[in-house]
């Protein structure tokens, strides 16, 4: 029943944007936390960004911090990560993934299949 999607990923020349976007079913999204991970091939999964269930507390790595910003629309069920001023090292499949409470520390036990983000130089 819990489904999160994600879209919006693509193909974008260095310095560019991208807009993100996690579309959520199957529970009450205004109640819930939700962040944003990326992994590249041949490399760890990482945390980019976490927004609260009420908007309050929004975390951001320290590589994407200045650059990216989470959102979310509870009436749309939707969150978003606004990506701007894109680096070749932003390449990655993005995923959204919620945790089992209304803040970002804490395990993810959902996660959406991802989609791809590609910068180019």
């Known amino acids: 029943q819990v489904q999160l999607v994600e879209s919006g990923g693509g193909l974008v020349q260095a310095g560019g944007s991208l807009r993100l976007s996690c579309a959520a079913s199957g529970f009450t999204l205004d109640y819930y936390a939700i962040g944003w991970f990326r992994q590249a091939p041949g490399k760890e999964r990482e945390g980019v960004s976490c927004?609260?269930?009420?908007?309050?507390?929004?975390k951001y790595a320290d590589s994407v911090k200045g650059r990216f910003t989470i959102s979310r629309d509870n009436a749309k069920n939707t969150v978003y990560l606004q990506m701007n001023s894109l680096k070749p090292e932003d390449t990655a499949v993005y995923y959204c993934a919620r945790p089992r409470g209304p803040y970002c520390n804490g395990e993810y036990e959902y996660w959406g299949q991802g989609t791809q983000v590609t910068v180019s130089s």
């Open positions: 927004i609260s269930a009420s908007g309050g507390s929004r």
